[in-house]
């Protein structure tokens, strides 16, 4: 690639977003500032030129532009079977959100143990056993803290005074014996 070539729209480098996907973002900026709380996959659809309904060409746009502006503070998620999104402004609707979203992770951990519990350690090369092991530690670490019981296990205590979260593993694995 020549070194005065112009940089490629669709195909950017990590970071940036695409200009379809920008089309969106800028048009959720507009339509969070005039107050809008639900629009249209038409709507969507119109402001970037791709369906950005499930399985459309511009439901992968929609979704970047949605985690992007979500950096700001703003909520936007699809209502499901309702062919649209929704601005969520309730902070109790917030953490709904972020319970089912914790669910998920913990669902998805297990299905990962259950993938690595078929590996069979001996036809695994050797340098890949610290690796595999690694794995086994993070998603049991992740499956055990998504249950209904590490969460009142942390309301006892003072969430508030337990110092750093992103330490949280650290201190979890130091307190079973470390690795």
């Given at each position: 690639?020549?070194?005065?070539?112009?940089?490629?729209v669709?195909?950017?480098?990590?970071?940036?977003?695409?200009?379809?996907?920008?089309?969106?973002?800028?048009?959720?900026?507009?339509?969070?500032?005039?107050?809008?709380?639900?629009?249209?996959?038409?709507?969507?659809?119109?402001?970037?030129?791709?369906?950005?309904?499930?399985g459309?060409?511009?439901?992968?746009?929609?979704?970047?532009?949605?985690?992007?502006?979500?950096?700001?503070?703003?909520?936007?998620?699809?209502?499901?079977?309702?062919?649209?999104?929704?601005?969520?402004?309730?902070?109790?609707?917030?953490?709904?959100?972020?319970?089912?979203?914790?669910?998920?992770?913990?669902?998805?951990?297990?299905?990962?143990?259950?993938?690595?519990?078929?590996?069979?350690?001996?036809?695994?090369?050797?340098?890949?056993?610290?690796?595999?092991?690694?794995?086994?530690?993070?998603?049991?670490?992740?499956?055990?803290?998504?249950?209904?019981?590490?969460?009142?296990?942390?309301?006892?205590?003072?969430t508030?005074?337990?110092?750093?979260?992103?330490?949280?593993?650290?201190?979890?694995?130091?307190?079973?014996?470390?690795?």
């Amino acid at each position: 690639m020549a070194a005065n070539a112009p940089p490629n729209v669709l195909h950017p480098t990590p970071g940036n977003i695409g200009l379809y996907a920008a089309k969106l973002l800028e048009f959720l900026e507009h339509r969070t500032e005039a107050g809008e709380t639900i629009l249209t996959d038409d709507q969507l659809t119109k402001a970037c030129g791709f369906p950005t309904g499930v399985g459309g060409k511009g439901y992968g746009y929609l979704r970047t532009a949605i985690k992007r502006i979500r950096k700001s503070g703003v909520i936007w998620e699809r209502i499901n079977g309702a062919n649209a999104i929704e601005r969520i402004t309730d902070d109790s609707r917030k953490v709904g959100l972020a319970t089912n979203r914790q669910k998920r992770v913990g669902r998805e951990a297990k299905r990962t143990l259950a993938i690595l519990g078929c590996v069979d350690l001996q036809k695994l090369p050797d340098a890949e056993h610290a690796g595999f092991h690694a794995k086994i530690y993070i998603n049991s670490a992740i499956a055990s803290m998504t249950t209904k019981a590490s969460e009142k296990k942390l309301l006892v205590r003072d969430t508030k005074t337990m110092g750093d979260p992103s330490r949280l593993l650290e201190n979890i694995i130091a307190s079973n014996g470390g690795v």
